[in-house]
C-alpha cells in the first residue's frame, strides 16, 4: 500500500491540549500539516466565529470536531438538554466546516445496567438530530469505542455496532469514525470497515502504548510506540473508499509536556508509516506446528508427528 500524500495529515487538537486554538492553529502551519481536528471546549474559549475566522485564516481544513453525544441519561431533563447541547454542537460544526461531528454516544444510564436500554436511547437520540444534521449540511460520525469504556463513556463498543447503528439513518447525515486505538484489536474489523464503505466520515490514527498507565484513557502513544499494525487497517479503511484526512490524535501526558513543535514534527514525520503498510516482520520465526488437529479429550493440539502441545484449550494456533 502506498501512503497517502501528507496533504491529509490532519492534526487533533488533543494532541497538544496545552495550547489554545490560535496556538495550534500556527503550529499547523509552521509544520505544514494542512487540517486540524478541533474540540468544542477550546473552540468555546477562543470564541466560535473568531474560532472559524482563525482557521480559515491560517488556510486550515476542519476535519472533526468534537464532541457531541452523552445521550444516556434517566432523566427526561437531563435528555432535552443532551439533545440541546448536541444541536449546539451541529451548528458549531456547519461554522466551522467540519468534515464530521464525532459523537461519543454515551455509557449506561445511570442506575441501570441494562445496555440494551441504553443503546435504545443512543438511536432514539441521533434519530432526533438527523434532521437538524442533514439542514445544515453536518455528518454525524459515530465513534466506537473500547470496551473498557463501556460503562462510563460509550456503550457502543465495536465498529460493527457503530456501523448497524449508522445504517439506520440515510448515509449522507450519519456514519462512523475509526480511531486506531480503540478498535485495532477487534478480528472482525477488516470486514466491519468494508461493510461501512462510504460512511466513514473520519479515520484516527496512534499507538495503543505498554504498560497502559492507570488512567487507561491516556495510554496512546504516537504511531511506532505502541502495538498497533497500522498496514492492514489503514488499507481496509482506503479500500472502503475513505479518502478523507487521516488525524493523529493522542491523548497521553508525556506528549502533552513535550515541546509542541517536537510533537508536530513527530506526528508528520511518522504519518507515512501509520498509512503505508509497513511493519517490520519476524522473518526468522519458523512455525513447529505442522498438521495440527483439535483434540477436545486431550485439551491439545496435536501435530502431524503426534505431538502435543498442552495448555491451548484445544485450540490451534497458527
Known amino acids: 500500500m502506498t501512503a497517502p500524500p501528507l496533504d491529509r495529515l490532519s492534526l487533533n487538537q488533543a494532541t ?3 495550547l489554545g486554538l490560535a496556538e495550534v492553529a500556527d503550529l499547523c502551519v509552521r509544520h505544514e500539516i494542512p487540517a486540524i481536528g478541533l474540540w468544542r471546549d477550546r473552540v468555546a474559549e477562543f470564541g466560535l466565529a ?7 485564516a491560517a488556510g486550515l481544513h476542519v476535519s472533526s470536531l468534537c464532541r457531541g453525544g452523552f445521550f444516556t441519561h434517566a432523566e427526561p431533563g437531563a435528555r432535552a438538554a443532551a439533545l440541546a447541547d448536541n444541536r449546539a454542537a451541529i451548528a458549531e460544526a456547519a461554522e466551522l466546516g467540519a468534515g464530521a461531528l464525532i459523537l461519543v454516544s454515551g455509557g ?8 440494551s436500554l441504553a443503546r435504545r436511547m443512543i ?12 439542514r445544515l449540511g453536518v455528518r454525524l460520525g459515530v465513534e466506537a469505542l473500547h470496551p473498557m469504556f463501556c460503562a462510563d463513556r460509550c456503550v457502543i463498543t465495536g465498529l460493527g455496532e457503530a456501523v448497524d447503528l449508522a445504517a439506520l439513518f440515510p448515509p449522507d447525515a450519519v456514519g462512523v ?5 480503540h478498535v485495532w484489536w477487534d478480528a472482525r474489523l477488516a470486514g466491519d470497515i ?13 499507538d495503543w502504548v505498554l504498560p497502559l498507565p492507570s488512567d487507561v484513557l491516556l495510554g496512546r502513544g504516537h504511531v511506532g510506540d505502541g502495538v498497533i499494525d497500522f498496514g492492514p487497517i489503514s488499507a481496509a479503511v482506503a479500500a472502503a473508499g475513505y479518502d478523507g484526512y487521516i488525524e493523529t490524535e493522542i491523548f497521553n501526558a508525556g506528549v502533552w509536556d513535550a515541546p509542541p513543535d517536537e510533537t508536530a514534527a513527530t506526528v508528520r514525520e511518522r504519518f507515512p508509516a501509520a498509512v ?4 517490520p516482520r519476524l522473518r526468522e520465526y519458523q512455525p513447529r506446528l505442522r498438521g495440527y488437529q483439535h483434540c477436545p479429550s486431550r485439551g491439545a493440539v ?4 503426534g505431538e502435543g502441545v498442552t495448555g491451548t484449550g484445544g485450540v490451534a494456533v497458527a
Not at 197 to 206: K, N, P
Open 177 to 181: 469514525v475509526v480511531d486506531t486505538y
Open 123 to 134: 438511536a432514539d437520540a441521533i434519530g432526533e438530530l438527523v434532521p437538524d444534521a442533514q
Open 302 to 305: 496435536v501435530t502431524g508427528d
Open 194 to 206: 468494508a461493510r461501512a464503505g462510504g460512511r466513514i466520515f473520519g479515520y484516527q490514527v496512534c
Open 16 to 18: 497538544v491540549r496545552k
Open 108 to 115: 449506561l444510564v445511570p442506575g441501570s445496567r441494562d445496555l
Open 50 to 56: 473568531e474560532s472559524a475566522a482563525r482557521v480559515r
Open 276 to 279: 503505508s503498510g509497513y511493519q
